[in-house]
Nanobody
Framework: QVQLVESGGGLVQPGGSLRLTCAVS????????MNWYRQTPGKERELVASIGRGTGDENYADSVKGRFIISRDNYRNRVFLQMNALKPEDTAVYYC????????WGQGTQVTVSS
């Protein structure tokens, strides 16, 4: 079964950190580009970070550069998003995504940054 399952969201104070995990089944994360998107009500989904196959080139939205790090564990078939120095504007539902032979989305995990 092909599936993406996110976890690790929650409530954090400004300046804090969270680590999101995307557990992948049905295909190897090392073979396809893996992405993290986020979405807030009334807005389109925004690409936050991306990691390529193979050597794993990384790309980030300007709004998160220097604060977020995407990585993957090929053995455990997981993708991570380490989020540091969080800001209230980072509040969103975060989705794991990949385009294999089909377009795949996880169910999303809520991240709320608030004091």
């Amino acid at each position: 079964q092909v599936q993406l399952v996110e976890s690790g969201g929650g409530l954090v104070q400004p300046g804090g950190s969270l680590r999101l995990t995307c557990a992948v089944s049905g295909f190897p994360v090392s073979v396809y580009r893996m992405n993290w998107y986020r979405q807030t009500p009334g807005k389109e989904r925004e690409l936050v970070a991306s990691i390529g196959r193979g050597t794993g080139d990384e790309n980030y939205a300007d709004s998160v550069k220097g604060r977020f790090i995407i990585s993957r564990d090929n053995y455990r078939n997981r993708v991570f998003l380490q989020m540091n120095a969080l800001k209230p504007e980072d509040t969103a539902v975060y989705y794991c995504h990949s385009r294999t032979w089909q377009e795949l989305w996880g169910q999303g995990t809520q991240v709320t940054v608030s004091s």
